[in-house]
C-alpha cells in the first residue's frame, strides 16, 4: 500500500514538471525580447486638432562605475488615436511599448479642452495598465514637464509622484486622483471630476539678488548665468485643482480651495491650517477631522447640503514669542484663533461649493445623495439639482485633549 501511495506521488510531479514545462516552453517563444521593450514609466497626452501628440517617458538601464542605474528619455509620437501613438513608438526605434510600470498620466491643457476619456479609454482598455496610476493636469503642454530634468531623482516622472503621493493627500497639500477614481466620477449621476495641476516651481525663491545699480553688465550677466542654472532643474508643486464635467476642464480651484475641499473629502492627518488676527499669525496641526454631509429636500424642488465638519488640532507655531510654559504645551490654544479658524474655513468651503455650482461640477456629490435618498424625485430634478441647492457648512475646531 505504501509503495502504491509512493509511485503515485511520483506519478503526480512529474505530470506537474510536464505540465510546466509545457507552459514555459510554448509562451517563452511568443514573449518579446525584453531589449527589445520599452518600459513606459509616465505618459503625456498633448493635442493639436485631430491628432493626439503623446510623450512616453521611458526607463532605460545604464551601466556605470557605481553599478547598474535607470536613465529616463522622452519620446514623442502622433495619432488619431492614442493607441496608433504608441504603435509609431515602436515603428520610430523598434522598441514595443509596455504599461505595466506605467504610473502617471499628465493631460495637457488642449487635451483637455475636449472629453479627456477621448484619451483615457485607451489606459482603461489595456490590461496591463494598473488602474492605480496617476492622473494630473497641467497649464500649458505635458511634453514639456516630462522634459524638464529633475531636481533630486532620475526622472522627471519620479519627482512629479512624490508630489502626488499619499503623505500629500493625508496633509492637505493635494487632491491626488487615480485613473480608477477620475473614471468612477465621470461615469457617476455626478459626471464630475478634478485632477491635481502640476506645475514646475523655482528651486529657490529670490531673495535679495536684486542688482545694484553699481554693478557691471558682466557681473549681472553672470548672476543672470546663475539664476538661469538654477531654473534649469525646478522642483514641482500640484496645490491647485482642476475642475472637470463630462469629461472636459471647466475650472480650478486655488492652493487654498484644494486644502478646503480635502478637509470634506479627505481624511486629514498632521496637516497646517494657518489663521492671524490683527497682530498675531497662529499655525495650528490638524490631527484629524470628520465630516458629516447630508442632503435636506425643501419645498419648491430646492436642497440643503448640510456640512458638518470637526477639525482636532493643536497649536504649532505662533509669530511671537510665547513663555516655556505655553510653548511645552501645544494643546492650548487660544480660544480666540479656534474662532478665527472656524469662520475662515467656513468661508473657504463656501467658495469651493459655489465656484464648483456655477460650472456644474459636482464635487459634493449632491446627483448622487439625490439617487440615493431621492431617489422617485431624480429623474426630474438630475440636470438642475445642483443649481437648486445651497450650501449650510458648519465648522467646529477642538482641541487635541
Same mark, same amino acid.
Given at each position: 500500500?505504501?509503495?502504491?501511495?509512493?509511485?503515485?506521488?511520483?506519478?503526480?510531479?512529474?505530470?506537474?514538471?510536464?505540465?510546466?514545462?509545457?507552459?514555459?516552453?510554448?509562451?517563452?517563444?511568443?514573449?518579446?525580447?525584453?531589449?527589445?521593450?520599452?518600459?513606459?514609466?509616465?505618459?503625456?497626452?498633448?493635442?493639436?486638432?485631430?491628432?493626439?501628440?503623446?510623450?512616453?517617458?521611458?526607463?532605460?538601464?545604464?551601466?556605470?562605475?557605481?553599478?547598474?542605474?535607470?536613465?529616463?528619455?522622452?519620446?514623442?509620437?502622433?495619432?488619431?488615436?492614442?493607441?496608433?501613438?504608441?504603435?509609431?513608438?515602436?515603428?520610430?526605434?523598434?522598441?514595443?511599448?509596455?504599461?505595466?510600470?506605467?504610473?502617471?498620466?499628465?493631460?495637457?491643457?488642449?487635451?483637455?479642452?475636449?472629453?479627456?476619456?477621448?484619451?483615457?479609454?485607451?489606459?482603461?482598455?489595456?490590461?496591463?495598465?494598473?488602474?492605480?496610476?496617476?492622473?494630473?493636469?497641467?497649464?500649458?503642454?505635458?511634453?514639456?514637464?516630462?522634459? $524638464?530634468?529633475?531636481?533630486? &531623482?532620475?526622472?522627471?516622472?519620479? #519627482?512629479?509622484?512624490?508630489? =502626488?503621493?499619499? +503623505?500629500?493627500? !493625508? *496633509?492637505?497639500?493635494?487632491?491626488?486622483?487615480?485613473?480608477?477614481?477620475?473614471?468612477?466620477?465621470?461615469?457617476?449621476?455626478?459626471?464630475?471630476?478634478?485632477?491635481?495641476?502640476?506645475?514646475?516651481?523655482?528651486?529657490?525663491?529670490?531673495?535679495?539678488?536684486?542688482?545694484?545699480?553699481?554693478?557691471?553688465?558682466?557681473?549681472?550677466?553672470?548672476?543672470?548665468?546663475? $539664476?538661469?542654472?538654477?531654473? &534649469?532643474?525646478?522642483?514641482?508643486? #500640484?496645490?491647485?485643482?482642476? =475642475?472637470?464635467? +463630462?469629461?472636459? !476642464? *471647466?475650472?480650478?480651484?486655488?492652493?487654498?480651495?484644494?486644502?478646503?475641499?480635502?478637509?470634506?473629502?479627505?481624511?486629514?492627518?498632521?496637516?497646517?491650517?494657518?489663521?492671524?488676527?490683527?497682530?498675531?499669525?497662529?499655525?495650528?496641526?490638524?490631527?484629524?477631522?470628520?465630516?458629516?454631509?447630508?442632503?435636506?429636500?425643501?419645498?419648491?424642488?430646492?436642497?440643503?447640503?448640510?456640512?458638518?465638519?470637526?477639525?482636532?488640532?493643536?497649536?504649532?507655531?505662533?509669530?511671537?514669542?510665547?513663555?516655556?510654559?505655553?510653548?511645552?504645551?501645544?494643546?492650548?490654544?487660544?480660544?480666540?484663533?479656534?474662532?478665527?479658524?472656524?469662520?475662515?474655513?467656513?468661508?473657504?468651503?463656501?467658495?469651493?461649493?459655489?465656484?464648483?455650482?456655477?460650472?456644474?461640477?459636482?464635487?459634493?456629490?449632491?446627483?448622487?445623495?439625490?439617487?440615493?435618498?431621492?431617489?422617485?424625485?431624480?429623474?426630474?430634478?438630475?440636470?438642475?439639482?445642483?443649481?437648486?441647492?445651497?450650501?449650510?457648512?458648519?465648522?467646529?475646531?477642538?482641541?487635541?485633549?
Amino acid at each position: 500500500m505504501h509503495n502504491v501511495h509512493v509511485k503515485n506521488t511520483i506519478r503526480y510531479y512529474v505530470i506537474l514538471v510536464v505540465f510546466l514545462a509545457f507552459f514555459f516552453f510554448s509562451n517563452g517563444f511568443g514573449l518579446i525580447d525584453v531589449q527589445k521593450t520599452a518600459i513606459v514609466i509616465a505618459a503625456g497626452i498633448d493635442k493639436e486638432d485631430d491628432t493626439f501628440i503623446l510623450t512616453s517617458q521611458i526607463a532605460i538601464p545604464q551601466a556605470s562605475k557605481q553599478g547598474k542605474n535607470t536613465e529616463a528619455v522622452q519620446i514623442v509620437s502622433r495619432g488619431k488615436t492614442v493607441s496608433d501613438a504608441f504603435e509609431e513608438i515602436n515603428a520610430k526605434t523598434g522598441w514595443y511599448p509596455k504599461l505595466v510600470f506605467c504610473n502617471l498620466i499628465i493631460l495637457g491643457e488642449n487635451a483637455a479642452k475636449e472629453n479627456v476619456f477621448e484619451a483615457l479609454d485607451f489606459f482603461l482598455r489595456d490590461e496591463y495598465l494598473t488602474d492605480n496610476c496617476l492622473i494630473a493636469a497641467c497649464d500649458g503642454y505635458a511634453k514639456d514637464l516630462l522634459n $524638464t530634468a529633475a531636481l533630486v &531623482d532620475s526622472s522627471s516622472s519620479l #519627482a512629479m509622484q512624490k508630489v =502626488l503621493s499619499a +503623505h500629500a493627500e !493625508r *496633509v492637505g497639500t493635494v487632491l491626488p486622483s487615480t485613473l480608477r477614481e477620475f473614471s468612477i466620477g465621470y461615469f457617476s449621476e455626478s459626471k464630475s471630476g478634478r485632477l491635481p495641476i502640476l506645475k514646475k516651481e523655482p528651486q529657490q525663491e529670490q531673495v535679495g539678488e536684486t542688482p545694484q545699480s553699481g554693478q557691471s553688465q558682466d557681473s549681472q550677466s553672470q548672476n543672470g548665468g546663475q $539664476t538661469e542654472q538654477k531654473e &534649469d532643474k525646478p522642483v514641482f508643486s #500640484a496645490g491647485e485643482t482642476a =475642475l472637470f464635467v +463630462h469629461g472636459k !476642464r *471647466v475650472g480650478k480651484l486655488t492652493a487654498e480651495e484644494t486644502f478646503a475641499l480635502s478637509t470634506v473629502l479627505s481624511k486629514l492627518r498632521l496637516a497646517s491650517y494657518s489663521v492671524e488676527d490683527e497682530t498675531t499669525a497662529c499655525t495650528f496641526t490638524v490631527k484629524q477631522n470628520g465630516q458629516k454631509i447630508k442632503l435636506k429636500a425643501n419645498e419648491k424642488e430646492t436642497f440643503t447640503l448640510k456640512i458638518d465638519l470637526t477639525m482636532t488640532a493643536g497649536i504649532s507655531d505662533l509669530s511671537k514669542a510665547q513663555s516655556i510654559e505655553e510653548i511645552s504645551d501645544a494643546g492650548k490654544v487660544p480660544k480666540e484663533f479656534f474662532l478665527i479658524a472656524e469662520k475662515k474655513l467656513e468661508g473657504e468651503i463656501q467658495t469651493v461649493f459655489e465656484k464648483c455650482k456655477a460650472v456644474g461640477c459636482d464635487l459634493f456629490g449632491v446627483r448622487e445623495r439625490l439617487v440615493k435618498y431621492e431617489k422617485h424625485r431624480y429623474r426630474d430634478l438630475q440636470t438642475s439639482a445642483l443649481e437648486h441647492t445651497r450650501a449650510e457648512i458648519n465648522v467646529h475646531f477642538q482641541g487635541i485633549r
